[in-house]
């Protein structure tokens, strides 16, 4: 199976940077879109960005032009980059991806993972 690995994550003043990855593994074939959700305590999980393979992005407004996605396709492999970190921003960031696995001979499954989550605090 395709799994996800957040890392990243910490406490870091308001207006700091942190940069999360998430590296899938597995026996992946391919993997379509990647982002990034996050939940807050007492809130629902909300997308904060995804990124085609292609490259193309897409940001919640919250967030727009202080966070950039990336990916590298070759290491399969998703970043999030947060500058401008704000108190509201603190929550658990999930990352998530729809994956085509390999399981079994001549045969894939399309199944959407997601990560264990990495916990981010904007504290002063």
């Known amino acids: 199976q395709v799994q996800l690995v957040e890392s990243g994550g910490g406490l870091v003043q308001p207006g700091g940077s942190l940069r999360l990855s998430c590296v899938a593994s597995g026996s992946i074939v391919s993997i379509n879109i990647m982002g990034w959700y996050r939940q807050a305590p007492g809130k629902q999980r909300e997308s904060v960005a995804s990124i085609g393979g292609g490259g193309t992005a897409n940001y919640a407004d919250s967030v727009k032009g202080r966070f950039t996605i990336s990916r590298d396709n070759a290491k399969n492999t998703v970043y999030l980059q947060m500058n401008g970190l704000k108190f509201e921003d603190t929550a658990v960031y999930y990352c998530?991806?729809?994956?085509?696995?390999?399981?079994?001979?001549?045969?894939?499954?399309?199944?959407?993972?997601w990560g264990q989550g990495t916990l981010v605090t904007v504290s002063s």
């Open positions: 998530n991806a729809g994956a085509w696995e390999k399981v079994a001979t001549n045969t894939q499954s399309f199944r959407e993972v």
